[in-house]
């Protein structure tokens, strides 16, 4: 089955992107297997990232990049998502800090250098919100930023940094000072050279296992410029939540969609074992089709509806619009774990087996992290309280 593309209508700048992201999701496969049984990191997937330099794309032209939309980086994530989950969740989470520097350093020297340097060197970020044992609440931290001697210093137990070990520099939350509440928070890009991260606990889990997404104490210094000088509250709103959303929706399709090609395949072949009769499961094919569909067509339009609105910080801002960003998590998850399901049943036998052409035990696994990935019910409780004074469309027009 052909799904190359998550948004075949759109205006992607570039074909040669499309490429390049092809010829890595051909490594990510080839490694798919191995990365997941030995729960290591996709080494050959992120080096053919790096010579593709994929990396430093959405970086601007001036400081070295290429310029590329959240669409283009998403159809990448779609592509390496349908080739190995775990290269597509390292990609996805990078970008997203990528994106949350760019759109939010304004004119800050000390940030512009590190995005040169991150094209010029392509460089992997990973992303450290969730601390000690508050989760998901990434609207909190307990950590603060101390300025000492004219430079700052944080030391957070960050619970989970996914690829910790292997990225190039670090994207933190932090509360702004130790005086500061819990929710007033700010943005720290360090780089390697600035922390040292020592291991608290391991990642052994069902999947997502080439994240590497251990838990560490993450000790930093640095200067001043190196925070960025929008709020945290700010950059969680207008960039940090639409481009989580939109580029992990992304990657959970691809795995949803390689699950679907996969059914297909199982179901050709047993038509071709039995004289063209239909195995009992393709009821199930087809329903893996249906929801593949509703979720390719849902991630985007909510990226149409980001693209047309990010650089109106108001319009991005609107319940209405922050409703819809965030439900386009909780929907993508779900459609995405129900797709896998349905291609798995379709697949019977052949399907739950671990082994063999047609196994989707890693699949299953894999997209089993995306509701959790900030936890489903955590969005929706925290929507029906802020939703409760918005109105109830009553007409269809509306
Ligand atoms: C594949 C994957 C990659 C991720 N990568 C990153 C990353 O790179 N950086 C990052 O910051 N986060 C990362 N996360 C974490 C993610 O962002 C959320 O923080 C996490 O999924 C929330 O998990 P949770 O179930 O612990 O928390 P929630 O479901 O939000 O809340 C659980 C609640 O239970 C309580 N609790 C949790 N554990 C315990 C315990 N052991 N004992 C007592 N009470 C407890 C706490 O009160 C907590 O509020 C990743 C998650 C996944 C699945």
């Keep these: 089955m052909e799904a190359p593309s998550i948004l075949r209508s759109a205006n992607f700048t570039s074909g040669d992107l499309s490429t390049r992201a092809r010829a890595v999701a051909a490594i990510a496969a080839n490694n798919a297997i191995a990365v997941d049984e030995g729960?290591?990191?996709?080494?050959?997937?992120?080096?053919?990232?790096?010579?593709?330099?994929l990396l430093g794309v959405m970086v601007s032209r001036d400081l070295g990049g290429e310029g590329a939309s959240i669409a283009d980086v998403a159809d990448v994530c779609?592509?390496?998502?349908?080739?190995?989950?775990?290269?597509?969740?390292?990609?996805?989470?990078?970008?997203?800090?990528?994106a949350c520097v760019t759109r939010?350093?304004?004119?800050?020297?000390?940030?512009?250098?590190?995005?040169?340097?991150?094209?010029?060197?392509?460089?992997?970020?990973?992303?450290?919100?969730t601390e000690g044992q508050s989760g998901g609440n990434v609207r909190s931290s307990e950590a603060p930023v101390e300025h000492v001697d004219g430079g700052?210093?944080?030391?957070?137990?960050?619970?989970?940094?996914?690829?910790?070990?292997?990225?190039?520099?670090?994207?933190?939350?932090?509360?702004?000072?130790?005086?500061?509440?819990g929710s007033d928070q700010v943005l720290v890009a360090f780089l390697k050279s600035d922390y040292t991260l020592t291991r608290l606990q391991g990642w052994n889990t069902l999947g997502m296992r080439g994240t590497c997404s251990e838990g560490y104490t993450l000790k930093a210094q640095g200067q001043p410029g190196q925070i960025l000088p929008d709020p945290y509250e700010i950059i969680h709103a207008q960039t940090m939540v639409p481009f989580a959303h939109l580029l992990w929706g992304s990657v959970w399709t691809g795995i949803a969609a390689s699950a679907t090609a996969r059914a297909q395949a199982f179901i050709r072949q047993a038509m071709r074992t039995s004289g063209g009769q239909l195995p009992p499961g393709a009821p199930q094919f087809t329903q893996a089709l249906k929801t593949l569909r509703t979720l390719r067509g849902m991630?985007?339009?909510?990226?149409?509806?980001?693209?047309?609105?990010?650089?109106?910080?108001?319009?991005?801002?609107?319940?209405?619009?922050?409703?819809?960003?965030?439900l386009t998590k909780v929907e993508a998850s779900?459609?995405?774990?129900?797709?896998?399901?349905?291609?798995?049943?379709?697949?019977?036998?052949?399907?739950?087996?671990?082994?063999?052409?047609?196994?989707?035990?890693?699949?299953?696994?894999?997209?089993?992290?995306?509701?959790?990935?900030?936890?489903?019910?955590?969005?929706?409780a925290n929507l029906a309280t802020s939703s409760l004074m918005t109105p109830i469309p009553t007409s269809m027009r509306d």
């Excluded at 779609?78 to 990528?98: D, E, F, N, P, R």
């Excluded at 957070?156 to 996914?162: G, T």
């Excluded at 980001?306 to 910080?313: G, Q, V």
């Design 334 to 380: 779900e459609l995405a774990v129900s797709t896998v399901m349905s291609a798995m049943r379709a697949c019977g036998l052949s399907g739950y087996r671990a082994d063999g052409d047609f196994t989707l035990g890693r699949h299953l696994r894999d997209v089993l992290s995306s509701p959790i990935m900030i936890n489903n019910d955590r969005i929706l």
């Design 299 to 326: 991630v985007a339009s909510s990226l149409r509806a980001y693209e047309s609105r990010m650089n109106d910080p108001k319009a991005v801002a609107s319940v209405d619009f922050q409703s819809v960003i965030t």
């Design 78 to 98: 779609y592509q390496l998502g349908q080739a190995c989950a775990s290269t597509g969740m390292i990609y996805a989470m990078h970008q997203i800090k990528v």
């Design 39 to 53: 729960s290591r990191f996709p080494a050959e997937a992120c080096t053919a990232l790096k010579e593709q330099r």
């Design 152 to 181: 700052i210093q944080l030391e957070r137990k960050a619970s989970v940094i996914s690829y910790g070990a292997y990225a190039d520099g670090i994207v933190t939350t932090a509360r702004r000072s130790a005086d500061a509440p």
């Design 104 to 129: 939010h350093m304004r004119d800050n020297p000390v940030l512009a250098n590190t995005m040169r340097r991150l094209s010029a060197e392509q460089l992997l970020l990973a992303s450290s919100t």
